[in-house]
């Protein structure tokens, strides 16, 4: 259980467009879910925590409207990156958290990650 | 707000080595502790969750313990394997209603030696 897919796992764009990445809990209902940036060799920053049905809320520092979260579903979130630039390149990775049955108690279950490339 | 740190930032031992990997944060005030494996270019695998009434945890070869009133929780890995290098992070809970993600350490890079 508590499994959290990311899709896609890597993608490479040209400047100036648009990529989503979705994040979803596959055998758990996530209470909220979490939006992570790590650049290389350097530790995963909080960008944003997503909950169900509600805005987003944003980290100090990361743009609202650069990038769009939307949490439409208990198993859902979307991160799109609008008007990518080279400097937005980097490894996304989502987490989702809830009460799964076996588990320590609310904890954050990872997805795979979205390496993004923008040229 | 919460600071995490992870000494050493990088470590090599032979392969057989017991190691212990060290973590530690600035505010007290925690819910919880998780130390992740991440491969490179990976995403997170979770090893063990602390949580913040508890004093260790175990996993197979992994053990880790938690001093929260000294803001402090190390990761020990027993007899250790080539398998086992990675980068390993160490992450903390705060709270904040259930609302607030992790803070996370900037890791510490493993290597064990064949």
Known sequence: ???VSQHPSRVICKSGTSVKIECRSLDFQATTMFWYRQFPKQSLMLMAT????SKATYEQGV????FLINHASLTLSTLTVTSAHPEDSSFYICSARGVVQGGQGDEQYFGPGTRLTVT | KQEVTQIPAALSVPEGENLVLN???TD???YNLQWFRQDPGKGLTSLLLI???QREQTSGRLNASLDKSSGRSTLYIAASQPGDSATYLCAVWSGGGGADGLTFGKGTHLIIQP
Do not use: H, L, M, R
């Open chain 1, 1 to 3: 259980g508590a499994v």
């Open chain 1, 50 to 53: 997503s909950n169900e049905g």
């Open chain 1, 63 to 66: 743009e609202k409207d650069k």
């Open chain 2, 23 to 25: 973590c530690s944060f």
């Open chain 2, 28 to 30: 007290s005030a925690i």
């Open chain 2, 51 to 53: 949580q913040s009434s």
